[in-house]
């Protein structure tokens, strides 16, 4: 059994309100932080256990924290980003609805390192019943005199609210998700100025992942040094994975980084194998922004070596043979799926979900879209490869904001890992309606690498 | 003196106030090395950024941090710092991405300049000539809206849009209330007012100044004449609103349309009110001051008697001068 | 532009009010506009969608321009700018939900409403729509219902035949609580 730092006490009853979840040692994290440490000395932990932003891009958070700028006299924000919306990743909800203390204490904790004393968490509107949870534990937490004035007596005032979203997947990105907050659309700012000297309301913000800010409980907890010695090299800590599509137990996943990729499919102790006792075709690691790979590439890297759950091993190979570790949604692809219609489907999500503020995006994704629409549906010919390949390049790297790499690099991916699939799509347009690829060899082992002679 | 940084643009380096962008400091070199700007304007706050023809390659950060930056950016809102090295024209990173924009931007405009009002005068259309491509890859339906006509002066076609923003910052900036905006997401988004709803307001017309392609046009003007047929001659008159200087369009002797003077990279030098754009147009209501220059660049000036210089092949052939000499005596006698 | 009858007065309840002056105080001073995705919210929950007389009076309440409302509405996907059934039915059609079949959920759903995507049944009672990723792809298919937005998961046709036979029977404004 891998070590649980985050959902340790997930199946104890009602974990989801505040009396049992203080039985459980909920909480204690905010009274060692405001009793016995010095904000400067959270930022500090939080630097020295490692902690990557588990929203997706990975950056230490740590050192985001530390560049907050702090001029004098005015208000420094925290803002939670629970705008989960990367289609594969769910663990944020799951998280919310089960165990919503574990966020709220993060936040306290986090806020009193950054000196904010009015903080969001920022939820996507369709997650209403987990405003409503998160509603419910503020206001237990507050009765019990966690949040609101004096906070346990150390002097420290925290204001804690719960924003709802309009519906938007870019408001994911922060700059996005702060115009929304402020009641704007959701178009991202563009960078610099970085939140951090600029954000909401011009004041210096911090956004962060609801995974990362539970993360900084048992940071506080435990110590930095305790936190960093979970998981593997740069990858420190426990990740919660969300584990969809064609497996036998799908769900949420706490892992420790660096567990095996074929060892967290096919165990009892998680995912349990492929559903039906179908095969493995493909696996998205991070949620559908990251590049796709066949099942071997995801099983083993290109030198033969195990692929683990971890920043560096997922990433291994670069975007010729590896992938990233994303936001941890973990999409499997039994031997039956088409390929094709599932880019096809990524690809409408993101022409549907582009802010249209900038042109490659806003024209680039709905291009792809009728591109893969038709040769999904049969009418495709062989020159849309290679310009579905040229339209991704001009898209990726020239937007305002990390969606339209986002929208690029599955269909940049898919095309390269599967390019016979969508080539016989072209070449037998009847029988693409009417039935699947199929597995063709992607599941089978690569041969090794030849030695340079 | 000491407060100014250099900053290397393909080759030329040139000493500029700190904190400008590199698109501005390319525009103190002028010539080839400015990008092409679709969406900033500089008498606009804010704007920038999402048109992304001003992709530039920075090549070297600053004498402090040399490290090139990763990807291309935006010039028109990356500032400069001392030592930067910046590549434009000079990248063939930068010329692929520019004309990959340039493609995507005209994937959904309809195309219609033989019709567009804005023909000639066009940033988009300049932009596709100096940097698309022939034909276009997309072989799907284009996008299109209805004609709008939002109040009685300005016509909305929303099917040029190229969504630059900028006529909502005028909107929100130079004048007191703004009723359009842009609505919708994605490549569904259009500028509109929702509800039918006149744009009413002293400075309204500006939008038309600032729209660089032919999606807000002027009523007033529309389907009178090629833009390349009328001459353009500054003039100015004793406004109570504005500055009331402005560019009358002559074709003989008629005035067919006012606007604000517009500098050399498009950009109106001073904002105008309705009053002098559509109500004054009278040769008398204005004091002359003398023909307007048009960049030779532009298709208006092929036809402007200032700038008629014989070609080179011209000037060296006695029979060919012969057969231009209408053409130069009518340019002499002006 | 639109074309459905927009004219219909509103006037805002006083426990409305109430519920608005307690979102806009979350907020620092002069920040009120803050406050326009959560009242929107709650102004469709009330009307059952976002008419433009409703934006309207929320610009006036918040002190911002029409347009400023109109243009955050037609940003959000949440918020119908046209009449719904009573109950909108939104089912995912992102990637991973149709790896498990939600595209035949959805078949199954029209031909059971036998009305199309976006369009009311002719009681009136049911709308349905295929809306994008909803951060549950572990069990799916799902659907969600506003305007509280319950859930429910792992859909299979019978769960539908369940589901849409009790919201007949439900009169109250709020659908059941899956989730309990």
Redesign the interface.
């Known amino acids: 059994m891998g070590r649980k730092l985050l959902l340790e006490h997930i199946n104890v009853p009602g974990i989801n309100t505040f009396d049992v979840y203080r039985q459980q040692g909920g909480y204690r994290a905010v009274e060692k932080a405001l009793k016995t440490l010095s904000p400067e000395a959270i930022v500090e932990e939080v630097k020295k256990s490692g902690l990557r932003g588990r929203g997706g891009a990975g950056f230490p958070t740590g050192m985001k924290w530390s560049f907050l700028a702090k001029p004098e006299g005015k208000a420094r924000y925290l803002v939670c980003n629970a705008d989960e919306s990367e289609p594969g990743t769910f663990k944020d909800r799951y998280l919310m609805t089960y165990i919503p203390h574990l966020l709220i204490e993060g936040m306290i904790v986090s806020s009193f390192a950054l000196g904010a004393a009015v903080s969001y968490i920022y939820v996507r509107g369709e997650m209403m019943p987990q405003i409503r949870i998160l509603e419910r534990a503020i206001a237990e937490a507050k009765n019990a005199g966690f949040l609101g004035k004096n906070i346990l007596g150390s002097g420290y005032d925290l204001e804690l609210y719960v924003q709802p979203g309009g519906g938007?997947y870019i408001c994911g990105e922060e700059t996005a998700l702060i115009e929304s907050l402020e009641g704007k659309?959701g178009n991202p700012r563009?960078k610099p100025p970085f939140p951090a000297i600029s954000g909401l309301y011009g004041c210096p913000t911090v956004v962060n992942n609801v995974e990362s800010i539970a993360a900084v409980v048992p940071i506080i907890n435990d110590g930095g040094e305790e936190y960093a010695k979970v998981g593997i090299g740069r990858s420190t800590g426990t990740k919660l994975i969300s584990a969809g599509g064609n497996l036998a137990k799908p769900g949420v996943y706490e892992i420790e980084l660096g567990l095996p990729v074929e060892e967290f499919i096919y165990s009892e102790e998680y995912c349990g194998g492929i559903a039906n006792g179908k095969r493995l075709k493909a696996v998205v690691a991070g949620g559908s922004s990251v590049p796709v790979l066949p099942a071997n590439l995801i099983l083993k890297t290109v030198n033969g070596e195990k692929r683990l759950m971890s920043y560096e091993s997922l990433a291994d190979g670069g975007f010729v043979s590896g992938s990233m570790m994303g936001s941890g949604g973990f999409i499997a692809f039994d031997e039956d799926q088409c390929m094709v219609r599932n880019t096809w489907n990524f690809s409408r999500f993101y022409?549907?979900?582009?802010?249209?503020?900038?042109?490659?995006c806003?024209?680039?994704?709905?291009?792809m879209e009728?591109v893969l629409h038709r040769i999904e549906y049969g009418h495709g010919k062989y020159s849309d490869i290679d310009?579905l390949v040229d339209?991704s390049?001009?898209?990726e790297?020239?937007?305002?904001c990390p969606l339209g790499d986002a929208a690029a690099w599955p269909v940049a991916s898919a095309i390269r890992h599967f390019r016979d699939e969508f080539e016989w799509h072209i070449t037998h347009p009847a029988e693409a309606v009417k039935r699947n690829f199929g597995l063709a060899h992607y599941a089978d082992p690569l041969p090794p690498v030849a030695e340079p002679a | 003196m000491s407060d100014k940084v250099k900053v290397t643009i393909d080759g030329i380096t040139v000493e500029v106030e700190p904190g400008i962008s590199i698109l501005n400091a390319a525009r103190q070199i002028g010539g080839d090395v400015v990008p092409p700007a679709m969406c900033y304007y500089s008498k606009l706050e804010g704007s920038?950024?999402?048109?992304?023809t001003c992709?530039v390659k920075v090549s070297k950060g600053s004498e402090k941090d040399p490290r090139p930056m990763p990807?291309?950016v935006?010039s028109c809102?990356t500032n400069v710092m001392d030592g930067m090295e910046v590549q434009n024209i000079t990248s063939p990173e930068v010329v692929e991405?520019r004309k990959?924009?340039v493609?995507?931007?005209l994937?959904?405009h309809p195309l219609d300049c033989p019709i567009c009002d804005q023909a000639g005068e066009c940033h988009l259309q300049d932009l596709a000539f100096e940097h698309g491509s022939e034909a276009t890859?997309?072989e799907?339906e284009r996008r299109t809206f209805?004609r709008?006509d939002i109040g009685d002066k300005i016509q909305l076609h929303m099917t040029r849009c190229?969504?630059c923003?900028r006529c909502v910052y005028t909107a929100d900036q130079i004048t007191n209330?703004?009723?359009?905006?842009?609505?919708?997401?994605?490549?569904?988004?259009e500028i509109?007012?929702?509800?039918?709803k006149a744009i009413d307001n002293d400075f309204s017309g500006n939008v038309i100044d600032v729209c660089p392609v032919g999606a807000l046009t002027d009523r007033t003007f529309r389907f009178k004449n090629r833009v390349w047929f009328t001459k353009p001659v500054d003039a100015h008159r004793d406004c109570p609103t504005c500055s009331g200087k402005v560019t009358l369009w002559y074709k003989g002797a008629d005035v067919l349309r006012v606007t604000a003077r517009k500098d050399q990279f498009g950009e109106a030098e001073e904002f105008i009110c309705n009053t002098c754009r559509f109500d004054t147009k009278q040769t008398g209501d204005w004091v002359i001051e003398g023909p307007r220059n048009i960049s030779n660049n532009s298709v208006i000036s092929a036809n402007h008697y200032e700038t008629l210089r014989p070609l080179p092949v011209v000037q060296n052939n006695a029979l060919l001068q012969e057969a231009n000499k209408e053409q130069f005596e009518r340019a002499t006698k002006f | 532009?639109?074309n459905i009858n927009?004219s219909a007065e509103i006037i805002f309840t006083p426990e409305l009010l109430t519920k608005f002056g307690e979102i806009v105080n979350r907020y620092p001073e002069g920040k009120q506009k803050s406050a326009l995705l959560p009242i929107l919210h709650l102004v469709q929950a009330e009307y059952g969608w976002t008419s433009?007389p409703a934006m309207d009076k929320v610009a006036v309440y918040l002190g911002l321009?029409?347009?400023?409302v109109?243009?955050v509405a037609?940003?959000y996907?949440m918020y119908f700018l046209k009449p719904t059934g009573r109950y909108m039915l939104e089912v995912c059609r992102t990637g991973p939900c149709c790896l498990v079949g939600a595209e035949k959920i959805m078949q199954y759903l029209e031909q059971k409403l036998g009305v199309k995507e976006g369009e009311i049944t002719p009681d009136g009672m049911f709308s349905w729509r295929g809306v994008e990723c909803l951060a549950a792809c572990g069990f799916g298919p799902v659907l969600q219902i506003g305007p509280e937005y319950t859930f429910h998961e792992n859909l299979t046709e019978s769960k539908i035949d369940e589901l849409i036979d009790t919201l007949k029977l439900t009169t109250a404004k709020t659908p059941v609580d899956s989730i309990s």
């Open positions: 938007a659309r563009i022409h549907h979900e582009s802010c249209g503020q900038c042109s490659p806003r024209e680039g994704t709905g291009w009728k310009l339209v390049r001009k898209i790297g020239n937007t305002i | 920038g950024g999402k048109c992304r992709l990807k291309l935006a809102r991405a990959g924009v493609e995507i931007l994937i959904n890859r997309y799907f209805d709008i190229i969504l923003y209330n703004r009723v359009h905006g842009v609505l919708g997401r994605g490549d569904a988004s509109s007012t929702y509800i039918e | 532009m639109l927009q433009v321009q029409p347009i400023e109109y243009e037609t940003f996907t």
